[in-house]
């Protein structure tokens, strides 16, 4: 089991940057698929990008060229650059630890961390 703790969101303006962090506990963080989500105010829960044990990842197209998923497994660390942010990505972000075991779905999520893009 491991407990994901979202950090780094905050104000920033259109074009700047932010760094989101997620640190999980446990001892088998490096087995998990990591994972970024994001939800607006009245939208759905969607899915920004996601890193695999590996190190394989997937990028929402949305963000495609300015976010890069990240993590080192000996922090047990996940991270999140935003680059060139526009105010349509102003959200919670939500960090998510998912793995797969004799076909049993674990998945956990952090508390969210808020990020807005505003002038």
């Known amino acids: 089991q491991v407990q994901p703790v979202e950090s780094g969101g905050g104000l920033v303006q259109p074009g700047g940057s932010l760094r989101l962090s997620c640190a999980a506990s446990?001892?088998?963080?490096?087995?998990?698929?990591m994972g970024w989500y994001r939800q607006a105010p009245g939208k759905q829960r969607e899915l920004v990008a996601t890193i695999g044990s590996s190190g394989g990842t997937y990028y929402d197209d949305s963000v495609k060229g300015r976010f890069t998923i990240s993590r080192d497994n000996a922090k047990n660390t996940v991270y999140l650059q935003m680059n060139s942010l526009k105010p349509e990505d102003t959200a919670v972000y939500y960090c998510?630890?998912?793995?797969?075991?004799?076909?049993?779905?674990?998945?956990?999520w952090g508390q969210g961390t808020q990020v807005t893009v505003s002038s």
């Open positions: 446990g001892n088998i963080f490096s087995i998990y698929i």
């Open positions: 998510n630890a998912r793995r797969v075991s004799t076909g049993t779905v674990y998945t956990y």
